[in-house]
């Protein structure tokens, strides 16, 4: 269970259930903060200097690189100015975790991710080749 937390994306940093209804709504209308992410990484920089990133679609899917290259994917909620995400591959425990993404290059922001690790969260312009999406 240690493990499985791990892979669940620092971004999410609040934890909070999905709601039954947007489960089957269309993709979230993005606010510019998150429209932002779009093409782009984010990437959550831990203490030891490893780095998991996250690639968000449009369709309110999303993929990424767990900080030991583990491919993660899932799908992605708005709550207010929060992006939610919920984690479907590897399947992991049936929460969202959610967190205020970063839109400025320049300076991210700090947060903390769902264990209570804190965290540096950057917005990094263009995504690898290999990045899905």
Not at 26 to 35: D, L, W
Not at 52 to 69: A, F
Not at 82 to 111: M, N, W
Request: charged residues 15%; aromatic residues 6%.
């Amino acid at each position: 269970m240690h493990r499985t937390l791990h892979l669940i994306p620092a971004l999410a940093l609040a934890v909070s259930a999905l709601a039954g209804p947007s489960l089957g709504a269309s993709a979230p209308e993005p606010s510019a903060r998150v429209a932002a992410a779009f093409g782009n990484t984010v990437m959550s920089i831990y203490p030891d200097g490893r780095s998991q990133k996250i690639w968000l679609q449009p369709d309110g899917t999303w993929t990424g690189l767990s900080r030991r290259g583990i491919p993660l994917a899932g799908k992605w909620t708005l709550k207010g100015d929060k992006v939610c995400l919920r984690q479907s591959k590897p399947p992991t425990l049936p929460i969202s975790f959610c967190q205020v993404f970063p839109s400025d290059p320049e300076t991210g922001i700090d947060a903390k991710d769902l264990t209570g690790t804190p965290i540096h969260l950057k917005l990094v312009k263009g995504r690898p080749p290999t990045a899905q999406g």
